[in-house]
């Protein structure tokens, strides 16, 4: 894969482009392709994962004196989960880059947010790796924390979960329940898929790398199959 044209897009030159193709490459790639010569992201998106958490509070501290960790943890939630993170990447045409298996290449819906998702963490954990701190900070705040005035502005940091809750409530008397579908991943990476449901009727899915960010999907994807945006 020749990644000049996705450098050139980004205006940035990677010295060892090595970690470029490390970071587009999904485990279902190396599953199919056994005699590769390199490894598979999920490294990377460790390292990214937590490169982009650090730089995302820092950002936010210094921006919002005057918040409580609350609502900067909202407003970093916002920022940093999949969603966020797919749309990203997809208008950074990281698409085009991805090496996935057959299968995988075949499915562009909710399984292709995640995989993208997790691949913009991966570049992160790469450009940290080759560029450092300021590298992966400069980065970060052209196309990520660029977006926070807007999420504030919008108010699409608020829980959705808090919301979906207040709604189903106020038009069906009823609390909702959240239950978990599936559990993926090894320990150190799991994967959750949880159904939201108003009594006997399941409303909606959601996905996360965690319960609580699997819920709060499913109660965005309720909102909007209730249309109670």
């Known amino acids: 894969m020749d990644f000049a044209k ?14 470029l193709q490390t970071a587009f490459t999904h485990r279902s790639y190396i599953n199919e392709n056994r005699r590769a ?10 390292l990214g994962d937590a490169v982009l958490e650090l730089i995302a509070t820092g ?16 407003y970093r939630s916002a920022l940093v989960n999949a969603v966020t993170l797919s749309e990203i990447a997809s ?18 819906g909710r399984a292709r947010q995640y995989i993208l998702a997790n691949t913009m963490e991966a570049f992160i954990g790469a450009l940290f790796l080759d560029q450092g701190y300021a590298g992966a900070e400069a ?9 926070i005035d807007d999420i504030v502005a919008k108010k699409s940091w ?21 239950t978990v579908l599936k559990e993926d991943g090894p320990d150190h990476d799991k994967h959750f898929t949880v ?11 959601g996905e996360g790398k965690s319960k609580q960010e699997a819920e709060q999907d499913a109660a965005r994807e309720g909102l909007k199959a209730k249309e109670w945006q």
């Open 6 to 19: 996705f450098e050139k897009q980004l205006g940035i030159s990677f010295k060892d482009k090595s970690l």
């Open 37 to 46: 010569s390199f490894e598979h992201n999920e490294r990377l998106e460790f």
């Open 59 to 74: 950002f936010l501290y210094n921006k919002y004196p005057d918040k409580n960790e609350g609502d900067m943890t909202s």
């Open 91 to 108: 208008k950074l045409n990281m698409n085009e880059f991805l090496l996935l298996s057959r299968g995988e290449t075949k499915d562009v």
């Open 139 to 147: 980065f970060i705040k052209k196309h990520i924390l660029s977006l």
């Open 158 to 178: 608020l829980d959705a979960k808090s919301f979906f809750q207040e709604k189903a409530q106020e038009e069906e008397g009823i609390t909702p329940s959240y």
């Open 195 to 205: 159904a939201v449901e108003i009594g006997r009727e399941r409303v909606a899915t």
